[in-house]
């Protein structure tokens, strides 16, 4: 069942929703966060809403997601990686698992699902993590699930999303492929992509932000001003969107199973950043793409002075980055990157008809000085970095290879180089 566990931040007292499973008696559980070990900074967070300090978050009735079955071979155990199996299927929806419980064939913890959303959260998460997960929380459990209006200003606006959404699509290409998307949110980027034809495991640590994606799946309308030009009218994309909770930095799929990841929102810390690229490295395969985004520490920024690292006027922290940390964060885990700023800040051009303003802020963004403007870095990884694997043959050259076998044949020998190489 459903319980809601109250969060004490400061004087702000939030309440998020906590996922559960039924009991679960015949195998250890993964444990759900423990409010006494929430300890937020001491300093007063100001800038949360005056609702927020007033009165607990109402839970808004959402439409139940279900979870697509084929998506199950690709999620792991969030302590081993090994693999999980369906222990019990106790609800089933029209195109997946609404209730069910899962557990782990190594170690025989079990995760739920409920309400179609796969609850894999294992250890507590930091703080900071806490915090922000309150936020969001509380920040789409009142929102109605019906159409999306953009707001005036701001990173959903619809300027911003008509200057940064075709760029991360036009980077990941993600037609007909798997995607992993780390940091859903609400599903504007998701029910794109599926809108295009993709797989996608979103992955999330907001439940409320994951509920709320999940009522909109069915209508197949994505919550953001930018619309694909070639949609002739939305359709229903629960059988190609499966929902996870989980911490990005302790989360693990199926090796080498996706064509494309996706995140737009950095982790806190460097450590865990770290441990999320080399999570997607690990998932992708050979041939992969992962595409990210950070806030950019623009040239804006840099000659104002202005702070690294901030709050959103939320109430979570935001870190800017320079290209050079983006490369070497990311570099150690894909051999091929590249990096650039986009959505450059414009000043007074919001004075401008929103034609005018949409135009020149793409014409900046092409320019080479005024697009070092930009708000967003957006970066392309591949060539995933792998470990050797002991025995496994690389591709080579199949000119050489043949020079080889027919040398060594013209000597009466095998095909073998030293030490009993096969070729």
Not at 106 to 134: K, R, W
């Amino acid at each position: 069942m459903p319980c809601t566990t109250a969060r004490a931040h400061g004087n702000v007292r939030i309440t998020p929703t906590v996922l559960h499973s039924g009991p679960l008696r015949s195998a250890r559980v993964a444990p759900q966060m423990d409010p006494r070990s929430f300890r937020g900074r001491k300093e007063d967070k100001s800038t949360i809403s005056v609702a927020m300090r007033e009165s607990s978050v109402q839970q808004v009735a959402l439409v139940s997601a279900e979870f697509p079955r084929h998506f199950l071979a690709l999620l792991r155990c969030s302590y081993d990686a090994g693999p999980l199996i369906l222990a019990a299927e106790l609800q089933r929806g029209a195109v997946g698992l609404v209730q069910a419980r899962l557990r782990c064939a190594v170690c025989d913890i079990e995760y739920g699902i409920e309400d179609g959303i796969a609850n894999l959260i294992s250890d507590p998460l930091t703080s900071e993590d806490q915090y922000e997960m309150a936020i969001r929380d509380s920040q789409h459990s009142s929102l109605p699930p019906d159409r999306f209006v953009p707001p005036a200003s701001g990173w959903r606006s619809k300027l911003s999303d008509l200057l940064e959404i075709p760029h991360h699509l036009s980077e990941l290409q993600p037609k007909a492929c798997t995607v992993l998307e780390i940091g859903c949110g609400d599903g504007r980027f998701t029910m794109l992509m599926a809108q295009m034809g993709a797989s996608v495991l979103a992955v999330d640590f907001s439940l409320n932000s994951l509920r709320t994606l999940g009522s909109r799946l069915q209508s197949g309308i994505a919550p953001t001003a930018y619309h694909l030009r070639h949609l002739c009218s939305p359709s229903d994309l629960r059988g190609r969107v499966a929902l996870v909770r989980a911490d990005a930095s302790h989360f693990h799929v199926a090796p080498r199973s996706f064509d494309r990841a996706l995140s737009t929102t950095p982790l806190d810390s460097r450590e865990e950043r770290l441990a999320m690229y080399r999570s997607i490295a690990e998932a992708l395969g050979d041939d992969g793409r992962y595409v990210g985004s950070v806030e950019n520490d623009d040239l804006t920024r840099r000659l104002l002075g202005l702070p690294l690292a901030r709050r959103y006027s939320s109430g979570i922290f935001i870190e800017h980055f320079s290209v050079a940390k983006v490369w070497r964060e990311v570099s150690p885990f894909f051999s091929k990157l590249r990096i650039r700023p986009i959505r450059p800040r414009l000043p007074f051009i919001h004075r401008l008809p929103s034609n005018w303003e949409l135009c020149l802020s793409r014409l900046a963004a092409a320019t080479p000085v005024l697009r070092h403007l930009g708000e967003i870095l957006l970066f392309r990884a591949e060539r995933p970095v792998r470990q050797p694997t002991e025995g496994i043959h690389r591709r080579g050259s199949k000119l050489a290879k043949r020079l080889f076998r027919w040398y060594m044949s013209k000597l009466g020998k095998d095909s073998l180089w030293e030490n009993n190489e096969p070729i």
